[in-house]
């Protein structure tokens, strides 16, 4: 099985972590190689531009992919299924234009032109709105295009909102919500692999900002320990040989351990030891 990763770019170093993560350590993914095994004789890692890799999932050089959102919409593929928000690269597709100008809404744009990199996620959105835009395909700088001339908005990429304030160019409309998703082709989805894949990306996900909680506890003051852990399906309780006291295991938000520690320590709880936790296997 090979899962198409990005090769380059800010998606490519979070989304090998994410796999290094949940086991699937890369082997000999030396610059500029195309493929590179993994500890699973069966799982091969193939190295492309994020924008094809919806492309090389539905024609079946990869069986899964991990890429933005916006490219899969871009592309247009039908024969993919979403498994997996991996919850990295997020970011804005949005509708801009120049602060200063008369356009205010989506509608004023009518019989004018929008410049983008993203031409078929720009003509659905106008489509399902009635408005009649030109597109205007551009492949960068796109933020620049309304002050040469070249189109009286943009449809573009924003995280922070930065360089459009930097250009003098305000939002209109947000058109996309983006961030990275793990995805199959249909045929292929309920592989037992892939699904293998799938929960192991998803345990990563899982665990983070959890932190797990290990302590001894009298038992006669169990019960009020009990009452503070927010446990996932409650703590797990363990006789401790040639003691009277009991272990407790929990699993706690990251950010409710300085208030859980405080109130454990007044009802009883001692020995309290906290880890990280690298999966969660729900």
Do not use: W
């Not at 024609?59 to 997996?84: K, P």
Request: glycine share 8%; net charge negative.
């Amino acid at each position: 099985m090979r899962i198409a990763v990005p090769n380059k770019g800010r998606l490519h170093d979070p989304a090998e972590d994410l796999l290094e993560r949940a086991g699937l350590h890369i082997v000999d993914g030396a610059d500029r190689q195309l493929y590179a095994d993994t500890v699973d004789p069966e799982v091969t890692v193939l190295y492309a531009r994020a924008a094809d890799i919806p492309e090389y999932v539905s024609d079946g050089a990869a069986d899964i992919g991990i890429t933005g959102l916006d490219q899969v919409r871009e592309s247009e593929v039908g024969n993919l299924e979403e498994l997996l928000d991996l919850e990295f690269g997020s970011c804005r597709l949005v509708l801009a234009a120049p602060e200063e100008g008369d356009i205010e809404t989506v509608y004023d744009l009518d019989g004018g032109t929008v410049a983008t990199e993203f031409p078929n996620i720009a003509r659905n959105y106008f489509a399902d709105l009635d408005v009649d835009v030109d597109i205007a395909e551009v492949s960068g700088a796109t933020e620049l295009t309304p002050h040469v001339d070249i189109a009286d908005g943009i449809i573009d990429i924003t995280s922070t909102g930065t360089t459009l304030r930097m250009n003098r160019l305000g939002i209109i409309d947000e058109v996309l919500s983006s961030s990275v998703r793990l995805f199959a082709r249909e045929d292929v989805a309920d592989d037992e692999k892939v699904q293998q894949v799938q929960m192991a990306l998803h345990s990563v996900l899982s665990a983070e900002g959890k932190r797990y909680l290990m302590m001894n506890v009298p038992e006669s003051a169990l019960s009020e320990v009990k009452d503070v852990l927010p446990g996932m399906g409650g703590p797990t309780v363990m006789d401790i040989a040639g003691s009277d006291d009991v272990a407790v295991h929990a699993v706690v938000d990251d950010s409710r351990v300085f208030e859980v520690i405080n109130d454990l320590k007044n009802v009883g709880a001692s020995d309290v030891l906290v880890t990280e936790i690298e999966r969660l296997v729900e």
